[in-house]
């Protein structure tokens, strides 16, 4: 009976389908990252209703919840490779628009809304066929290899390259960081265009299958396997921890601990930093740990680093836990991603990955106003303090999957809890 160990990490080779695909999300990180941090710069400037600015946010949640499985079940269901440069060039031209708007002074409130919502809209259907397509391009050893290098570029061209660059470009102009965006997203397409067609991973659809059924068997399969069911678990309730802690880090640095903007910078910079050295480590941890028992040590060192945030009224202890908790929230990403990927049946993959993705967002908002919450009754560490009891819920929560660090049986021996080199 052939195996193949979850735990193997060969690298990714960068020749072929996979460099060009490293490329496009990083170019297209880059853009967003430019378009993210001038919104809400060009939303102050049309209104100083709190209520407005925050509903240009809350439309790039919203469609996850309304078409996230939508998503996913679609890009099991279309050429991956193609979807996904047609959205990009779809993407490209909306915000194009949107820029030569900006430039003649016709930039609204609405406009950003609609703009907001449009967007991730199409993202619904991008990045479940993103997640789809990669094992198409690397050896199934290599996944994990790949999906570090891939989120380790993404953090560098979103954290530490685009935020700078967004004043230089604001100086040129307000619609500047949207026309640079609506090229990245034209030159991405362009990459994803040219990648090696593969082979259909997936046999042809029954009569009489409709979306729902093909949504319910993914939903199916997700819960089915003890891994997928802890995983997903567990990062539906990190994300509600993460949603409170993102939404008052701000109170907490500048607040609790009086350490101006500065400070903030500070720490969001130890944070990045912290993801990068995390990617850069992740391959050398999952030999030791195996990837399962990896996500667990993760969430529990994340769950120590939000009780020195919340407890420690130190800026040194803050930028030292917030290193940390960077460190292994990219090692939780990386090895979830994987195991995702490793686990899931090829012609599900978009299904099951959109059911991940969806559960994320819904957490996010949630946590969100709950730390608010918080902050407002108890105090500004407070919500630091809540987001390590829900970690502390999602580690409990991957107890009962540990086990499943186990090698995957190969489809050729008949299993359907893994999928072969394509």
């Not at 919840?65 to 909306?94: C, E, K, P, Q």
């Not at 703009?115 to 199934?140: E, H, I, K, S, Y």
């Not at 109170?251 to 910079?269: C, F, K, Q």
Request: net charge positive; aromatic share 6%.
């Amino acid at each position: 009976m052939a195996t193949v160990e979850v735990g193997s990490s060969a690298p990714a080779a960068w020749r072929g389908g996979f460099g060009r695909l490293w490329s496009a999300a990083v170019l297209s990180s880059f853009g967003d990252a430019l378009r993210t941090a001038a919104l809400p710069l060009l939303a102050v400037t049309l209104t100083d209703d709190p209520l407005l600015i925050a509903s240009v946010t809350a439309c790039g949640y919203l469609p996850w919840l309304l078409f996230g499985l939508l998503g996913g079940a679609v890009a099991d269901r279309v050429d991956r490779r193609r979807a996904m440069w047609t959205v990009d060039a779809l993407r490209g031209l909306l915000v194009a628009a949107f820029a030569v708007a900006v430039a003649l002074g016709h930039a609204s409130i609405a406009l950003l809304i609609v703009l907001a919502f449009a967007l991730t809209t199409l993202q619904t259907l991008f990045d479940n066929a993103a997640t789809a397509l990669l094992p198409a391009l690397v050896d199934r050893d290599g996944l994990g290899s790949a999906n570090a290098r891939l989120m380790t570029g993404q953090r560098i061209a979103g954290g530490l390259l685009g935020g700078p660059v967004v004043p230089l470009l604001l100086a040129a102009g307000a619609a500047m960081p949207f026309a640079v965006d609506a090229v990245t997203f034209l030159l991405a397409a362009a990459l994803i265009a040219t990648l090696p067609a593969t082979a259909p991973d997936r046999e042809p659809r029954p009569a009489g299958s409709t979306l729902r059924r093909e949504i319910a068997e993914g939903l199916r399969v997700l819960t089915r396997d003890r891994a997928l069911r802890g995983l997903c678990t567990a990062t539906a309730l990190c994300n509600i921890g993460m949603g409170a802690l993102v939404a008052t880090l701000v109170i907490l640095v500048t607040g609790w601990l009086d350490a101006g903007n500065a400070g903030y910078a500070v720490a969001m910079t130890a944070y990045t930093v912290g993801s990068l050295a995390g990617g850069a480590a992740g391959g050398r941890l999952v030999a030791r740990f195996g990837r399962m028992c990896l996500v667990l040590v993760a969430g529990t060192a994340q769950t120590a680093a939000l009780v020195v945030m919340g407890s420690v009224r130190s800026m040194v202890a803050l930028v030292a836990a917030l290193a940390v908790f960077g460190f292994m929230g990219m090692v939780w990403n990386v090895n979830t991603t994987t195991l995702m990927q490793q686990r899931t049946p090829a012609e599900l993959l978009g299904r099951v990955s959109s059911a991940f993705r969806t559960l994320a967002v819904a957490g996010a908002p949630l946590g969100a106003l709950l730390g608010g919450a918080v902050a407002a009754a108890w105090g500004e560490n407070t919500p630091a303090l809540l987001a390590a009891a829900f970690f502390v819920l999602s580690v409990t929560a991957l107890i009962p999957a540990r086990r499943s660090d186990v090698p995957v049986v190969a489809p050729d021996d008949g299993a359907t809890t893994g999928h072969g080199n394509r």
